[in-house]
């Protein structure tokens, strides 16, 4: 039976996180298809802001969340997190954002539905939440990286490295593995998005941060 709520976690988070929302909404709502007109031809939450304004914006953020959030945060209350198949259930959602199973394969680069997951993750730890929201804040306010796409990139390698390495340390050796997997879904769909790392008006503006 643990088996089978493994697999409905895993599986589910997969097919919840493939719901391409902030693609989804904006056409329903505004007429918008955010993976034609947006720079980055990326169907993520920062676009809905950024084409269709706060209040769709602000919806999208928040399903691309919960999609991240839910299934991380059922498995936190009800499964056991010193098993391999917990590091799964924190990557399914996020592969599912990246992938875009239901969007022909267009997916978004996972900030918002990875933050659900460690949101997800309350139950059992803070630690890589706390991480990557001050990672952010310390490279958006502090010592500012103005560039959106190079600031996620160097954010997410610095989680990876500081999570991972606290986690294990803890004895939370499964967390720090889910941690590491949706560490690198972001820096490899920033690395290989249509701009890239290009410094260009689109990334330049410093109050434009990624939440995709």
Request: hydrophobic share 55%.
């Amino acid at each position: 039976m643990e088996v089978l709520y493994w697999t409905l976690l895993i599986v589910g988070g997969f097919l919840l996180g493939s719901m391409m929302f902030s693609q989804w909404i904006p056409k329903l709502l505004a007429g918008k298809d955010l993976f034609n007109e947006s720079a980055d031809n990326n169907p993520g939450a920062f676009n809905a802001f950024k084409h269709c304004g706060k209040k769709i914006g602000t919806l999208c953020l928040v399903l691309d969340i919960l999609k991240g959030f839910v299934p991380v945060f059922l498995a936190s209350l009800l499964m056991n997190a010193s098993s391999i198949a917990f590091s799964f259930v924190m990557f399914a959602p996020a592969l599912g954002h990246a992938v875009g199973l239901f969007n022909k394969f267009h997916g978004g680069k996972c900030v918002a539905t990875s933050f659900g997951v460690l949101a997800g993750l309350l139950p059992i730890t803070w630690i890589p939440f706390a991480v990557l929201a001050g990672l952010y804040i310390f490279f958006s306010v502090v010592l500012k990286i103005k560039n959106a796409a190079k600031r996620s990139v160097v954010v997410y390698a610095l989680f990876l490295l500081v999570s991972c390495t606290v986690l294990g340390v803890l004895g939370k050796a499964y967390v720090a593995c889910g941690c590491g997997l949706i560490a690198v879904l972001p820096i490899v769909k920033f690395l290989f998005s249509k701009n890239g790392l290009v410094d260009n008006k689109f990334h330049d503006n410093p109050a434009e941060t990624h939440v995709d």
